[in-house]
């Protein structure tokens, strides 16, 4: 069992910046890929970000490219999301997820363990 449980969301303006943690407790030797979701009202849930723990590969989806920046810190268990120049349409819910083995794959249904969300909130 791993469990996650994300912090640092809130309102900001536009141009803005926030940074999402995510401590991971419970048999955290297991985690492999570890990613920041968003899902926004009316829409699906896309991957935002995502970093092998042990590589240190990562990924974006293009429209957070140069803005977003996802950091781990091995010794903590804690993912991060900064996020700077912050715009209205990345409001939505993030969540962060784990997913088992060292591929990394932007479906959400391969990651089976989440945490509950925190909203960010990104006023014009």
């Known amino acids: 069992q791993v469990q996650l449980v994300e912090s640092g969301g809130g309102l900001v303006q536009a141009g803005g910046s926030l940074r999402l943690s995510c401590a991971a407790s419970g048999r955290t030797l297991s985690i492999d890929v570890m990613g920041w979701f968003r899902q926004a009202p009316g829409k699906e849930r896309e991957l935002v970000a995502a970093i092998s723990w042990i590589r240190g590969i990562t990924y974006y989806t293009d429209s957070v490219k140069g803005r977003f920046t996802i950091s781990k810190d091995n010794a903590k268990n804690t993912l991060y999301l900064q996020m700077n120049s912050l715009k209205p349409e990345d409001t939505a819910v993030y969540y962060c997820?784990?997913?088992?083995?060292?591929?990394?794959?932007?479906?959400?249904?391969?990651?089976?363990?989440w945490g509950q969300g925190t909203q960010v909130t990104v006023s014009s």
């Open positions: 997820a784990r997913k088992p083995g060292t591929v990394l794959v932007t479906t959400d249904t391969e990651y089976n363990y």
